[in-house]
């Protein structure tokens, strides 16, 4: 996946907020999944995701909500054993993200890690690391 792609289609999205906003309107699925988790554990979450040596993907946080949302190649995100904490979710396919665009932040929405050339995030190492910062032992789920 090219994230100069995503650009393009922040650009190009639901024009149904007035440009002045300074927000788009992005489907999820097409172009990108995404999974969103409580604000106060995205601080360690993207820690360890950083002492990794791939990339981390795009983070959007919203202030609003109290969530961070990482966006994830399309069609990854929906199959995996996401944990089941209050607040962990996978956003539907065909589910608005409201995005600012890259180097704005509108309303409480900000890019903590902003789309551009950087990879998408890889769930199978989100997950895991998701999990542990909610104290989930899959260990045992795995045996």
Known sequence: MIWPEFLKLLRAADRSYPARSGLVAVRVGGV???????????????EQLQDRAGPIGPILSDALTEAVVFLLPPCSA???????????????????????LPGFSV???????????????????LEPILAAALGEDRTQARS
Do not use: H
């Open 32 to 46: 990108f999944d995404a999974a969103s988790v409580p604000a106060g554990l995205a601080g360690p979450v993207i």
């Open 107 to 125: 309303g409480g929405l900000a890019w903590l890690v902003p789309p551009g050339r950087l990879s998408a995030g890889d769930p199978a190492v």
């Open 78 to 100: 929906e199959n995996r054993k996401w944990p089941t904490a209050e607040g962990v979710r996978v956003l539907a396919r065909d589910e608005v993200l409201l995005c600012p």
